[in-house]
């Protein structure tokens, strides 16, 4: 009966529910704190581990449907302690939570790329239009286009979905910096949403570092999109049946390119944002800059991304101690 009673009255969470009960071979309410931990331990091993981000959404999940059966207006403690002589509890908390004791989520194979990797990983998306034109095979047209898809993304440092999503309208002359013409800033209307809010908006500034960007985006503007004959269509990057070029599609291009310049395999498309972030912080710009640049809540998630390489720490390091030691560091050096 107390099964059926679950099943009956289950919320939106009982494919999640159901593994915990099988796991645990537990009703809901008899979950224990370390029956939680060791689910969503077990999650996290064997041949196919979960990430981390999603053992957190399933804590969250999990949290949500407990506070469900603990809150009073229910009645299902009353029914629980009735039936059972026993009341659900909550299985997470502070102590045992990847939420609280995990501080990074992300894949740690993912990394910046050196100023000498973007370069391979530039030349080689270049090398290929030419090479497959050479060879008689088609392609050549899309793969132009990739390369200054891969160039554009590391230039504002956008994510695979708002880069596919770009307009042709999102690109905009910026009064403060002319010289950089119809290409001083790009609008993200589809940035990365929070849970249960709209797509986040945020305007990307070109930086002058970044200015070869302008004239990669104006040949393909002026000369390689018109030969897709888009027509009306909005998109900035558009495929060969005048579609909208998927994330799919990007991350296709930018393993291609890495494949061809021999980089590692572990790094993928993500890879060319944390880069953007560690250049734009080696390059002097201030930490809310760069956060407002890539659209961050929050500096903490920014400075996850960030790998400054020895050289500019040493450089910072240099740099201080001449600042506080003034001229005994000419002779210290």
């Not at 979905?161 to 309208?169: A, G």
């Not at 001083?184 to 930086?207: D, E, I, Q």
């Not at 990057?237 to 572990?266: C, H, M, Q, Y």
């Not at 002097?284 to 400054?308: D, I, K, L, N, W």
């Amino acid at each position: 009966m107390g099964l059926e009673c679950w099943r009956r009255n289950r919320s939106d969470v009982v494919p999640l529910g159901e593994r915990l009960e099988e796991f645990t071979g537990q009703y809901p309410w008899q979950w224990t704190p370390a029956e939680g931990e060791a689910f969503i331990a077990h999650l996290r091993s064997g041949k196919k581990p979960i990430q981390l981000s999603t053992a957190r959404t399933y804590e969250v999940t999990i949290e949500l449907f407990l506070e469900y059966l603990l809150d009073s207006r229910y009645g299902w403690i009353d029914a629980c302690l009735e039936r059972f002589d026993e009341v659900p509890q909550q299985v997470f908390h502070e102590g045992n939570s990847v939420l609280h004791t995990v501080e990074y989520e992300g894949d740690p194979r993912r990394r910046p790329l050196t100023y000498d990797e973007v370069q391979a990983l530039f030349d080689a998306a270049d090398a290929r239009p030419r090479r497959i034109k050479g060879q008689g095979r088609k392609g050549a047209l899309t793969a132009l286009r990739d390369a200054a898809v891969i160039k554009t993304i590391y230039a504002y440092g956008t994510r695979r979905t708002e880069s596919s999503k770009v307009d042709l309208v999102d690109l905009r002359r910026s009064r403060k910096a002319p010289q950089f013409r119809g290409y001083g800033s790009m609008m993200v209307r589809f940035g990365k949403a929070s849970k249960g809010a709209p797509p986040k908006r945020r305007t990307v500034l070109m930086v002058p570092e970044m200015d070869w960007a302008v004239d990669v985006l104006d040949e393909y503007v002026t000369e390689i999109r018109p030969h897709f004959s888009p027509g009306r269509h909005p998109a900035l990057w558009v495929t060969e049946r005048v579609g909208r070029v998927s994330p799919r599609s990007i991350n296709d291009a930018f393993a291609t390119a890495r494949k061809d310049a021999g980089l590692d395999e572990d790094l993928d498309l993500h890879c060319l944002r944390h880069s953007y972030i560690t250049h734009l912080t080696e390059f002097g710009y201030p930490a809310r800059f760069v956060q407002e640049q890539v659209g961050h809540s929050h500096a903490s998630t920014t400075a996850v991304y960030m790998g400054v390489s020895d050289e500019y720490r040493n450089t910072l390091l240099a740099a201080s101690l001449k600042n506080r030691l003034g001229d005994d560091w000419d002779v210290i050096s």
